[in-house]
């Protein structure tokens, strides 16, 4: 006790950062620490972790911002209370048991109007509060604000209550989540929110509508379809209109069936009632480029076309992301001639500035998605690909770019601006295995494994990609050679069917079968171009897949494996050695030696064989 007196006149002493006494109620609040749990008081395991990382508390300090951190909330409204002597009979460790809370008091709110007297006892809704103000998940913010939304502030004061701060910095944690994978729902998520938000007396924020706009066509669909494209249009509309209406009805009549009018829409808002904004909502460049993404992501022409009248409509000046956004649009439907309308005009916005690393990477793609390799090849050299730098290339490497830039209007920027990167050396890989060209591929792998050791990259987790390219170009180049010893006889008119077409005879573009290379060909110094369509068959052979299904076999047996590049290895091999069982069988045991038991009791990269691996593998051992 006396101990007690001596701490209680020590906290008398402590001031403010202005210099003012502590109130008494802070006072109070450090007696009862110390009394509960001693002069120093520490975490108890049971309450919630709300520190960040090590490196985040780096990063605070050195004020670098972070990718994916929001930063905390700071006030009296943050505060988990009082700390408590005992564990919790309500636990909030987790998001699984946010989630089981926050599903418990809606079931209890249908029932009855009072709750029980055990969710206003633990100091349940400054905890929540404290996770939501704390929290880098999503989804456990989420749940806290479910559940507070239920939760009466005390049992005098039964009408619930959250802070504008926090269904801001929930705004912001929705906003911040990984795109992939991203869950269904987000749009009736941040929706709810913003209209809880403004019937409680707040403002929407310009970036709230955008991320409102950008999440109406990513709801965990491969492509959005076009009833998105429609309430992201309802949304631009409603944005710019003035006085501002209502956008649930907006948007229920664009898409009756949009995800917006799900339960977590109607759980998680507070009452019926129509968004309303009294602040400038006007759209900026982002809500447009927003809404041309999602029209090109339709492959919708009438769509990207109306997308684009709005923002050259709006007076805003098409920026690199709309650019960007229309190459990939273009290359996806193999129209080479808006490529270059669109790399003239970057060319002529950015007043002969060459493209960055982003627009580079694109534009590769899409002449390389296109077939036209000879370019893609040329592109590769002028960054610096495929080593060298004497006086001699130097000098070949300037006519590749007047070549580049006088025929495909493409200016590329100096080498502090453009390096080959993953997404460079994961193109070309692609584009020369889907085309036939294997001696490439595996210089581009090389080189791509070379440079990632220099610069300290990750080798593992990006090389599986390139793998994945070389076994599909094996799955559908591979040539099956019967042993000397073993006469095979087919007729002429029924064709072998482990035999594939020859290269002369597939499908590609017509700037690659033509006898006579270009021009970008000679300059670049193509070796493959030399070599006759039935040299470059004879290399997709069983010989030197377990070439390189050796070199697979050394990256680090804890390698998370994806089921499609397993699957393609057991094609390329299944093609290569004409459906030989026992050849098929020995890979299965040499993957699962070093990757783990596939059964899926190991620890390693195989998490166990399923869907057509397991009946491939079934039929193999069978």
């Not at 001596?6 to 002493?13: D, E, G, L, V």
């Not at 080498?415 to 890989?429: G, N, R, W």
């Not at 040539?479 to 095979?488: A, H, L, R």
């Amino acid at each position: 006790m006396l101990r007690t007196l001596h701490s209680c006149r020590q906290y008398s002493t402590i001031k403010t950062a202005q210099g003012n006494p502590l109130p008494l109620a802070a006072i109070m609040s450090l007696i009862h620490q110390h009394i509960a749990f001693g002069p120093r008081a520490r975490a108890r395991p049971w309450e919630l972790k709300t520190l960040p990382p090590r490196q985040v508390q780096v990063a605070q300090q050195q004020d670098i911002p972070v990718p994916g951190f929001v930063k905390p909330l700071r006030g009296r409204s943050t505060s988990a209370g009082l700390p408590l002597k005992r564990r919790p009979h309500i636990p909030t460790e987790n998001a699984a048991d946010l989630e089981a809370l926050a599903d418990k008091l809606e079931q209890e709110a249908e029932r009855t109007v009072h709750l029980p007297r055990k969710y206003l006892l633990q100091n349940l809704r400054s905890r929540l509060l404290s996770i939501l103000a704390n929290t880098q998940e999503a989804s456990s913010a989420w749940a806290a604000y479910r559940a507070l939304l239920v939760l009466p502030r005390s049992a005098d004061k039964i009408r619930h209550k959250v802070p504008f701060a926090h269904r801001h910095r929930l705004l912001r944690l929705l906003a911040a989540a990984q795109p992939r994978p991203r869950a269904r729902g987000r749009y009736a998520q941040v929706l709810a929110v913003l209209r809880a938000l403004l019937q409680a007396g707040g403002t929407v924020k310009l970036w709230e509508w955008n991320l409102l706009l950008d999440c109406a066509g990513k709801e965990g669909w491969r492509r959005p379809r076009e009833e998105h494209f429609r309430v992201a249009l309802a949304l631009i509309a409603q944005m710019r209109r003035d006085p501002p209406t209502s956008v649930a009805a907006a948007t229920a009549a664009a898409a009756p069936h949009h995800p917006a009018s799900s339960s977590a829409a109607t759980n998680a808002g507070s009452g019926g009632g129509g968004l309303r904004d009294e602040g400038d909502t006007a759209p900026d460049i982002f809500s447009y480029t927003t809404l041309l993404a999602h029209a090109v992501r339709t492959r919708a022409p009438a769509a990207v076309r109306h997308a684009a009248q709005l923002l050259t409509r709006s007076g805003f000046a098409l920026g690199v992301h709309a650019h960007t956004t229309l190459l990939c649009y273009f290359a996806r439907r193999g129209d080479l001639a808006g490529v270059r309308d669109t790399l003239f005009r970057m060319r002529r916005q950015e007043q002969g500035g060459g493209l960055t690393q982003t627009a580079f990477n694109i534009v590769l793609w899409a002449f390389a998605y296109n077939g036209r390799l000879d370019v893609a090849r040329a592109m590769y050299r002028v960054i610096g690909g495929g080593g060298g730098g004497s006086e001699e290339e130097g000098g070949e490497i300037e006519e590749l770019k007047n070549a580049l830039a006088e025929r495909e209007m493409i200016v590329v920027g100096g080498p502090e601006v453009v390096v080959p990167d993953i997404a460079t050396y994961h193109i070309l890989i692609q584009a020369y295995a889907y085309h036939g060209d294997l001696r490439a591929c595996l210089e581009t792998l090389t080189d791509m494994l070379s440079a990632k050791g220099e610069e300290g990259m990750d080798i593992n987790s990006n090389s599986l990609t390139a793998f994945r390219a070389i076994f599909l170009g094996f799955a559908r180049h591979g040539v099956f050679v019967s042993p000397p010893s073993i006469s095979i006889t087919t007729s002429p008119t029924t064709p072998n069917r482990h035999q594939p077409l020859p290269i002369s005879q597939r499908r590609h573009h017509p700037t690659l079968t033509s006898s006579t290379p270009s021009s970008y060909m000679v300059l670049a110094g193509n070796s493959s171009r030399s070599r006759s369509n039935e040299e470059q068959e004879q290399e997709w052979t069983l010989t030197t897949l377990e070439a390189l299904f050796t070199r697979f076999l050394e990256l680090p047996p804890d390698t998370r494996l994806r089921e499609n590049v397993l699957f393609w290895l057991i094609s390329a091999f299944a093609r290569t050695s004409g459906h030989d069982s026992l050849v098929l069988r020995d890979v299965f045991e040499r993957l699962e030696s070093r990757f783990g038991c596939g059964g899926g009791e190991g620890g390693g990269g195989l998490r166990g064989w399923s869907g057509r691996l397991a009946r491939i593998r079934e039929k193999v051992f069978s």
